[in-house]
């Protein structure tokens, strides 16, 4: 459990393990997600993956480079850096 004091009358607590929930002044409290629900973001982060790939490899050849496999492996895996 990570306890912290941001003020002098109030308490926040995170624990981690098994489920990630808040606490404030000894009381938990919901989530974002679980006023929000579980939303499916997906579509918007294929969509700025895609991006990512397209812009890395166009700005490759725009540059001169060659198109080879470690170059799009590279665009490829953009997201995981980015993130």
């Known amino acids: 459990m990570i306890k912290t004091k941001p003020y002098p009358d109030i308490t926040l607590e995170f624990q981690e393990n098994p489920y990630h929930k808040f606490f404030v002044n000894g ?6 997600t679980h006023y929000t629900g579980v ?4 579509g918007p982060l294929m969509g700025w993956q ?7 490899l166009l700005e490759a050849l725009k540059n001169g480079s060659a198109l ?3 170059l799009i492996l ?10």
Request: hydrophobic letters at 35%; charged letters at 35%; proline letters at 0%.
């Open 39 to 42: 939303i499916d973001k997906s």
């Open 27 to 32: 009381r938990a409290v919901k989530s974002i």
């Open 74 to 83: 590279a665009a490829c895996s953009l997201h995981r850096v980015k993130k």
């Open 50 to 56: 895609e991006k990512l790939t397209r812009t890395h």
């Open 68 to 70: 080879n496999e470690a």
